[in-house]
Nanobody, 115 residues
């Protein structure tokens, strides 16, 4: 069982920045595809950013130009740098580690953008 843990959430004012981190216990982290998702109560969990094992990156249109996903395979960690945050970015952010058809999810970290 792979453990996934997010950190770095919190309360930030509109226009501010946060960096989320996701660390896994995966023994071969470099071969995992990693994704950041977000969800609000009553809504589906939506993809925010995705980075493959080879480094290919995809962003949701709503965060392009503001968010940056990256990974450090030596630290078993993927990051989500969030800049120019808006109130509509408020959500619980989840990290997903995927290998083959198997997904491992973290417990999520709350991000609240409010003045």
């Amino acid at each position: 069982q792979v453990q996934v843990a997010e950190s770095g959430g919190g309360l930030v004012q509109p226009g501010g920045s946060l960096r989320l981190s996701c660390t896994t216990s995966a023994s071969a982290f470099s071969i995992y595809h990693m994704g950041w998702y977000r969800q609000n109560p009553g809504n589906q969990r939506d993809l925010v950013a995705h980075i493959t094992s080879s480094g290919s990156i995809t962003y949701a249109d709503s965060v392009k130009g503001r968010f940056t996903v990256s990974r450090d395979n030596a630290k078993n960690t993927v990051y989500l740098q969030m800049n120019s945050l808006k109130p509509e970015d408020t959500a619980v952010y989840y990290c997903r580690a995927r290998i083959g058809l198997i997904d491992y999810w973290g417990q999520g970290t709350q991000v609240t953008v409010s003045s």
